[in-house]
């Protein structure tokens, strides 16, 4: 399992709900052999979110066939009665909703000691105060930057500071976690996120819709072609 925690060094994490699940072993061999290195797995129950997406048992599967860095993002309630099955299923980052638990120390303590990275994540209109107490314990904070559930939503504008602000907080406290970023992202709007802090973008349209995903992951991490 690869996983870094440089944080001047980008990383991009394809999103399967963008890819063509009649072929989602191929899909994920496309992008990873394109230089991608995580693979981003939206897990609905459609009470947390609105669509069900797929379970431990997809994990496991792409777990056979790629050594990329495999993220579980739980988009669900009650996460703490899902992560065991994901860890085991081999998910190397299990990312949960603070909106979704009253325990998320717990759930947090429970993601390491399943033998996994921990993330926690937090919808667009919840406030940067309600994870600010969790940032030193995590590996990672996802920020959404479009309403969860669908691909293919606009970058809310508002996100930027978001993600400033949260950047600030990070650094000035010198905490260890990554700041990842999803929805919405392009390669218009990738450069932005960038210099607004972002470590990792999740994306999916930009890559799985483009002809050409070397040069489109390429340009979302922002080197030249």
Known sequence: MFWKDNKSEMRIAASILSADFAHLADEVKRVTDAGIEQIHIEVGDGVFSPDVTVGAHVVKSLRKVTDAILEAHLMTVKPEDKIVDFAQAGADLITFHIEATGQAQ???????????????????????????????????VLLMTAIPGAAGQPLLKHSLDKVKRLHNMIRENDYNCLLEVDGGVTIENAQSLREAGANILVS??????????????????????
Do not use: F, Q, R
């Open 106 to 140: 717990s759930v947090i303590h429970k993601i390491k000691g399943a033998g996994s990275k921990a993330g926690v994540a937090l919808n667009p209109a919840t406030p940067l105060c309600m994870i600010e107490e969790l940032l030193y314990d995590v590996d990672v």
């Open 204 to 225: 999916g349209t930009a890559i799985y819709e483009s002809t050409d995903v070397w040069a489109s992951a390429a340009l979302l991490k922002g080197e030249t072609t």
